[in-house]
Nanobody
Framework: QVQLVESGGGLVQAGGSLRLSCAAS????????MGWYRQAPGKQRELVAR???????DYSDSVKGRFTISRDNAKNTVYLQMNSLKHEDTGVYYC?????????????WGQGTQVTVSS
């Protein structure tokens, strides 16, 4: 099994910064994709950013230029640097890792960390 543990959430004023971390442990296959999703109250979970083992990144249009995703493959850890935070960035942020192996998709989620941006 795979466990994902997020940290770094909290309360910040609009315009401020936060850095999220997610450490993965267990039977992790590489190559894989690690990413961050968020869910605001009353809304569906949405992709924020993701990064492959090779370092290729993908961002939601709403965070481009403000957020940066990175990873440390040796530590199986993914980071999300969030700058110029806006009230609409508020939500629960979930870490995800996934890969395909022998025609099967493996998909794991963390427990989530709350990010609250006060306006």
């Amino acid at each position: 099994q795979v466990q994902l543990v997020e940290s770094g959430g909290g309360l910040v004023q609009a315009g401020g910064s936060l850095r999220l971390s997610c450490a993965a442990s267990g039977s992790i296959f590489r190559p894989n994709t690690m990413g961050w999703y968020r869910q605001a109250p009353g809304k569906q979970r949405e992709l924020v950013a993701r990064i492959t083992s090779a370092g290729n990144t993908d961002y939601s249009d709403s965070v481009k230029g403000r957020f940066t995703i990175s990873r440390d493959n040796a530590k199986n850890t993914v980071y999300l640097q969030m700058n110029s935070l806006k009230h609409e960035d508020t939500g629960v942020y979930y870490c995800n890792t996934n890969w395909n192996l022998l025609l099967r998709n493996y998909d794991y989620w963390g427990q989530g960390t709350q990010v609250t941006v006060s306006s």
